[in-house]
């Protein structure tokens, strides 16, 4: 019984949590993606977290989305990722492993990352990280640079949606 104790508890683990193991699905982000995002998800909130595998600043931020998105289930967040589409099995375990494996994330698939950044905004030299807070009725507010995700948190907040307590 102590043989299999160890395999018992990995199971266990497995069980509960699914996506730990499990890499995130990552889409092509294309000339025409950013407007069916905005279609998909009209007339709701909607968080947009651009990053890269090269930004240090994103990457120590990525768990923190993670923890984000686990205490406000509720928030519609979509990750996009700006790195080549070489890089998207990359982005897919970076994404899991920030407890993100289930998020909706995309990646640049267009050799010109400009017209693809101009597309989401048209005031974006690149700078990253950089998150989008999409109002329902299309306002939206950027954060620019490691901002972290209380600005975020605070946002929802005054958007009238509940955190963990509002379950």
Known sequence: MTRRLPILLLLLLL????????????NPFLPGSW????????????VVHLWSLSCAPCL??????????????E???VLINTDTPAQAGRAAVALA??????????TFADPHAERLRFEIDRRWQGELPRTLMIAADGTVEVLSGAVGTAPVAAWLDRQGTGGADAR
């Open 97 to 106: 492993r920030a407890g993100l494996g289930r998020a909706e994330a995309w």
């Open 60 to 73: 120590a931020e990525l768990p923190h989305w993670g923890r984000l998105k686990w205490d406000r289930r």
């Open 35 to 46: 407007q069916a995002i905005r279609a998909a998800h009209a007339d709701r909130l909607l």
């Open 15 to 26: 069980l509960l949590f699914p996506a730990a193991g499990r890499a995130a699905e990552v």
């Open 75 to 77: 928030m519609t967040l």
